[in-house]
């Protein structure tokens, strides 16, 4: 997918607060959820973001008038899950990104737009549900400045694993704690050793980490023992989402040898409600590059220098503390950086995920790992922010953290932006910790 019409940078709606210059949601980002109006017992059903309204896209279904291809592309939009939508491929997805384009864009003459009005529903009336019925989710470790970040902080004298520079690792991780961007996360129990002893206690998590990562959602699978190869991995994603695999430090540290995160992982994963497809995106691709004198890929992971393949998406985590909400005062930026950075690409991650001959299936989401960019302010996790605790970040009104405490509402935003192109967004993830269920 490259640029095309649905790109020009002089395309207005004629939904007014779509041209808006701050506005996350123009007619050239058209990203999907799931939602309903606010409060009734309607049923779920896809909607696509623009301005401050929500396109209903069963309505769209209802008003008829839609090329073949984008007729069964809304069709499968009507569903309470788009899996259905996904599994159709990018062919379906671009006609219906095109004829909602085409109907909802300034300057042509529009027929029918009293119907077109009846389809927008005010997203200060909706509230959204996930958006795919997940069915598998694994969260990779794609980042070279995290990992360097955590590895100087663990082992000082250590070095990142042998095997980071030679493949995307991850782990299968669960889908069933899975939460939408609004949902309170409840701070986890576990075994945690103290400092100085030896023997774990159970209680409250007291290491409480957000990571900024984010979601990758499969479009079309694959069949089992028949990979996904390198070039091709990017007509298999639909697009992302903004995804914070919250952390329980403490335990995690604890169990993970050898087998890696479980329960310091499980009890909660958060995403936004609506994704931001892959064509939306194309005109913030730019060069993906292994630097020199670092191993190169091997044969099925490597890409064309000349190809696109990474994304300039630009990432911001904010807290804001119970305190700071009392006083009125803003949240606290902690980090800002892109995904430019991360040391492995999203057609990479596919392509290794079904080497060995794992099957995707539509609505399986990956994490991209925690993105840290090359410099200190750039750390995508408090843990890196903080040196494990050492030096905590400093918030407004005097406050610091070291990790998160109960009341925190942990804020990620991401936006892209590029001369020449209207700006995108992909709209707010979050989470706010209560606490522990405990004694
Ligand atoms: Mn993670």
């Given at each position: 997918?490259?640029?095309?019409?649905?790109?020009?940078?002089?395309?207005k709606?004629?939904?007014?607060?779509?041209?808006?210059?701050?506005?996350?949601?123009?007619?050239?980002?058209?990203?999907?959820?799931?939602?309903?109006?606010?409060?009734?017992s309607?049923?779920?059903?896809?909607?696509?973001?623009?301005?401050?309204?929500?396109?209903?896209?069963?309505?769209?279904?209802?008003?008829?008038?839609?090329s073949?291809?984008?007729?069964?592309?809304?069709?499968?939009?009507?569903?309470?899950?788009?899996?259905?939508?996904?599994?159709?491929g990018?062919?379906?997805?671009?006609?219906?990104?095109?004829?909602?384009?085409?109907?909802?864009?300034?300057?042509?003459?529009?027929?029918?737009?009293?119907?077109?009005?009846?389809?927008?529903?005010?997203?200060?009336?909706?509230?959204?549900?996930?958006?795919?019925?997940?069915?598998?989710?694994?969260?990779?470790?794609?980042?070279?400045?995290?990992?360097?970040?955590?590895?100087?902080?663990?082992?000082?004298?250590?070095?990142?694993?042998?095997?980071?520079?030679?493949?995307?690792?991850?782990?299968?991780?669960?889908?069933?704690?899975?939460?939408?961007?609004?949902?309170?996360?409840?701070?986890?129990?576990?075994?945690?050793?103290?400092?100085g002893?030896?023997?774990?206690?159970?209680?409250?998590?007291?290491?409480?980490?957000?990571?900024?990562?984010?979601?990758?959602?499969?479009?079309?699978?694959?069949?089992?023992?028949?990979?996904?190869?390198?070039?091709?991995?990017?007509?298999?994603?639909?697009?992302?989402?903004?995804?914070?695999?919250?952390?329980?430090?403490?335990?995690?540290?604890?169990?993970?040898?050898?087998?890696?995160?479980?329960?310091?992982?499980?009890?909660?994963?958060?995403?936004?409600?609506?994704?931001?497809?892959?064509?939306?995106?194309?005109p913030?691709?730019?060069?993906?590059?292994?630097?020199?004198?670092?191993?190169?890929?091997?044969?099925?992971?490597?890409?064309?220098?000349?190809?696109?393949?990474?994304?300039?998406?630009?990432?911001?985590?904010?807290?804001?503390?119970?305190?700071?909400?009392?006083?009125?005062?803003?949240?606290?930026?902690?980090?800002?950086?892109?995904?430019?950075?991360?040391?492995?690409?999203?057609?990479?991650?596919?392509?290794?995920?079904?080497?060995?001959?794992?099957?995707?299936?539509?609505?399986?989401?990956?994490?991209?790992?925690?993105?840290?960019?090359?410099?200190?302010?750039?750390a995508?996790a408090?843990?890196?922010?903080?040196?494990?605790?050492?030096?905590?970040?400093?918030?407004?009104?005097?406050?610091?953290?070291?990790?998160?405490?109960?009341?925190?509402?942990?804020?990620?935003r991401?936006?892209?932006?590029?001369?020449?192109?209207?700006?995108?967004?992909?709209?707010?993830?979050?989470?706010?910790?209560?606490?522990?269920?405990?004694?």
């Amino acid at each position: 997918m490259r640029l095309d019409h649905t790109h020009d940078a002089a395309a207005k709606s004629w939904v007014e607060s779509a041209n808006q210059p701050e506005c996350a949601f123009p007619i050239q980002n058209l990203p999907f959820s799931v939602f309903r109006r606010a409060g009734t017992s309607e049923a779920f059903r896809g909607g696509v973001a623009l301005g401050d309204y929500v396109i209903d896209l069963k309505a769209i279904a209802a008003l008829g008038d839609l090329s073949e291809s984008a007729a069964q592309a809304v069709l499968a939009c009507t569903a309470p899950t788009l899996n259905a939508f996904l599994a159709l491929g990018p062919h379906a997805w671009r006609a219906l990104r095109h004829a909602l384009f085409a109907w909802f864009s300034k300057g042509e003459a529009q027929a029918h737009i009293d119907e077109l009005e009846g389809c927008l529903v005010p997203q200060a009336n909706a509230e959204y549900a996930l958006p795919v019925q997940i069915g598998d989710y694994t969260d990779f470790y794609t980042s070279i400045d995290h990992a360097r970040n955590i590895v100087k902080l663990l082992r000082p004298d250590g070095s990142i694993s042998p095997n980071f520079q030679w493949m995307p690792i991850a782990y299968h991780g669960r889908v069933s704690s899975i939460g939408l961007s609004g949902q309170p996360v409840r701070r986890p129990v576990g075994q945690r050793v103290a400092a100085g002893k030896r023997e774990p206690e159970l209680g409250p998590c007291a290491r409480l980490d957000y990571e900024l990562e984010l979601g990758i959602f499969i479009g079309v699978g694959n069949e089992q023992g028949a990979r996904i190869p390198v070039e091709s991995a990017e007509a298999h994603v639909f697009g992302l989402c903004l995804l914070n695999d919250w952390s329980a430090r403490d335990i995690q540290s604890w169990e993970s040898a050898p087998l890696g995160p479980f329960l310091a992982k499980n009890f909660a994963t958060t995403i936004s409600p609506w994704i931001v497809t892959m064509d939306a995106l194309a005109p913030f691709r730019t060069a993906w590059v292994r630097p020199e004198g670092d191993p190169q890929p091997l044969e099925y992971l490597a890409l064309q220098e000349t190809d696109d393949r990474a994304f300039d998406i630009q990432l911001e985590v904010a807290i804001e503390t119970a305190d700071a909400r009392r006083s009125g005062r803003c949240a606290s930026r902690v980090s800002r950086t892109s995904f430019r950075h991360q040391y492995w690409s999203i057609a990479q991650m596919v392509a290794h995920h079904t080497i060995g001959g794992c099957n995707l299936r539509p609505g399986d989401l990956l994490g991209s790992g925690t993105i840290s960019g090359p410099t200190s302010s750039e750390a995508g996790a408090l843990i890196e922010l903080s040196r494990a605790g050492e030096s905590p970040v400093e918030l407004a009104g005097g406050e610091t953290r070291a990790f998160l405490e109960d009341g925190d509402v942990v804020v990620m935003r991401g936006w892209c932006e590029r001369p020449g192109f209207v700006s995108i967004g992909f709209g707010e993830n979050c989470g706010e910790i209560i606490p522990a269920k405990w004694e």
